[in-house]
Nanobody, 120 residues
Framework: QVQLAESGGGLVQAGGSLRLSCAAS????????MGWFRQAPGKEREFLAG??????AYADYVKGRFTISRDNVKNTVYLEMNSLKAEDTAVYSC???????????????WGQGTQVTVSS
């Protein structure tokens, strides 16, 4: 089992950047595929990016703007977001799964989420 806690959300102007962090505690962090999702008001939750020892995966709509990384010493995964747009406004959540498949299907572990608001 793993516990996740996000931080780094806030208000940013369009075109700006923000870095989200997700600190993990519990089982061996390195065993998990880690990722980020978001959910905007009235919309379904959507996968953004995932990372495991074998590599990274990104949703097409964030490729080139968002970068996921992890620090297995600090047990933390990051999401660097650049060129932010008003439509990026959402609650961003960190997730963990034993496999990338489990991560993407949402059946793993979740953090509480952090609000990101992009003003236009």
């Amino acid at each position: 089992q793993v516990q996740l806690a996000e931080s780094g959300g806030g208000l940013v102007q369009a075109g700006g950047s923000l870095r989200l962090s997700c600190a993990a505690s519990g089982r061996a962090f390195g065993d998990f595929a880690m990722g980020w999702f978001r959910q905007a008001p009235g919309k379904e939750r959507e996968f953004l990016a995932g990372i495991r020892w074998s590599g990274t995966a990104y949703a097409d709509y964030v490729k080139g703007r968002f970068t996921i990384s992890r620090d297995n010493v600090k047990n933390t995964v990051y999401l660097e977001m650049n060129s932010l747009k008003a439509e990026d406004t959402a609650v961003y959540s960190c997730a963990a799964g034993y496999t990338m498949t489990q991560l993407k299907d949402g059946s793993g572990y979740w953090g509480q989420g952090t609000q990101v608001t992009v003003s236009s």
